[in-house]
């Protein structure tokens, strides 16, 4: 019994982090075997942060490899992130706190999303980049979201 208490605890002390919904697709490349080279479209909502949704655009390899989840996504990435409701900022809000990320290749490299609150101005930045192992891009891409009174309709 102890000892599924101290797992369940460890677990609670992991980060929370967003789950992509896929919103849609575009083919950009046909493959004889396998699916094709594509653009896929996601969203997710910032786990900490309700009222705040973020829309990622990324590419997906195709092909044998890619259709067995092992070939490596380009690190390009785009991102839109909107007000979907009142936001609420919790009071344990960590700057560059990571809010979403996903596997790009077998082992190695990610793509991840990470959260900064500019108090000066009071909005919320979201940044999406891709890392590796041993090395990460410079490829990334940013989008931020004034904080106002959410007005419903």
Known sequence: MKVLKAAVAGLM???VLAAAEEIGQVSTVFKFVGPND???VEAFDDPKVLGVTC??????????KGGLGLAEDRAEASIACRQVGPIQLPADLKEGEEVFKER??????TMQVVRFHD??????????????????SPQN????IPIRPWVAE
């Open 13 to 15: 002390l992991l980060p």
């Open 38 to 40: 594509r653009i896929v």
């Open 55 to 64: 829309y990622l655009s990324r590419a997906k390899a195709g092909g044998v």
């Open 104 to 109: 790009t290749s077998l082992v190695f490299k």
């Open 119 to 136: 108090k000066k101005r009071n909005a919320l930045v979201y940044l999406v980049y891709s890392d590796r192992l041993i090395e990460g």
């Open 141 to 144: 891409a940013v989008t931020a």
